[in-house]
């Protein structure tokens, strides 16, 4: 009996040491050829169609097109790694009406990582700058997807002569944060730096063995499936962002998210603070980003908050689509619809 018992767990450990060696395997393969492929990729990456301007001391990238009278300033979400290609399937089908401007803020896209707190004050201004250093003048449209719509807020109630309207391609609100399962008191108790710093074994896994190679990046980002797109735009999309997510937790656009959301859901200036008066349109999808926050009910959370922040504006519409949360690169012909709509509607009076 004790010898069959034996032969048994004998067996069991041979099976998981193969296992595990078989991991340890797959992993250091994995690793190796991750390494090389960043390698390639930095090699390949080269801007050609932007504005490169200088702020504080780095360089910024500014995509425009179109000479329209109206100026259309878009802001990526956080983490998008190349906001100029993201946009392309949008702003192609605007820039015969309107002058598009597409920031990539330090440590998006082509432009230069900086060192410092991301706060967004700091951000605003440095994108205030590359507009004046580029000769891009004002009043703008701001187009914010995502997170960045903290950044349109704030602007617009910092320096509401800069801003005629808002459009917001499934932007943030402060409102947004009431639905959380955490308290803002629990936020506000929160370290900023252990909020980044918990990012470190994610990141280590992720990015430096490099299991982020596993990931569909097509799925991630739509506009990678855009025919929109030249397949050497893909390509440049793709390598900047294998690059873009691998500097990791402490990179500028990592440090930007973690600070900005922290000063969304922490602040009581941004929570309570008043939404600004300025024409704004709500491009809005079906909310399924927010599922692993709101559950089941995340269209309807997810609708309802930001119906009830066009509610509080004089002027303000919503366009709610069936689809994920890159509108812009997944329905663009109608969102161009709708942004030229409301925006002649604003004309008309």
Known sequence: MKTKIGKELKVTGISLLSILLALAFFLTGLCIYHKLMLRKEKSVIENTEGLMVEVDGNYMNLYMEGDGEKTLVFLAGAGTPSPMYDFKPLYTRLSDK?????????????????EGDRPLDLITDQDRQALAEAGVDGPYILVPHSLSGAEAIWWANHYPDEIEAIIGLDMNIPAQYD??????????????????SSQDFYDFWMYDIGL????????????????DLTEEEKEQYRALTYVMYCRGSGATWARESVMTEHALTAMQEYVNGPIPDVPTLMIVSDGT???????????????????????????GDIIELDCGHYVHAEMPDQVAAGIEEFLDSLEQG
């Open 98 to 114: 309107y002058k598009i401007v597409v920031i990539e803020r330090f440590g998006y896209g082509y432009s230069d990582e900086c």
């Open 179 to 196: 639905a959380y399962p955490v308290s803002l008191d629990d936020l506000e108790a929160q370290d900023l730096e252990e909020a980044i």
């Open 212 to 227: 982020v190679r596993l990931f569909n990046a097509e799925a991630l980002l739509p506009a990678l499936t855009s025919d």
């Open 289 to 315: 980003v927010m599922k692993p926050v709101y559950g089941d009910d995340c269209t309807e959370i997810w609708r309802s908050i930001h119906e009830d922040y066009v509610s509080r504006v004089t002027v």
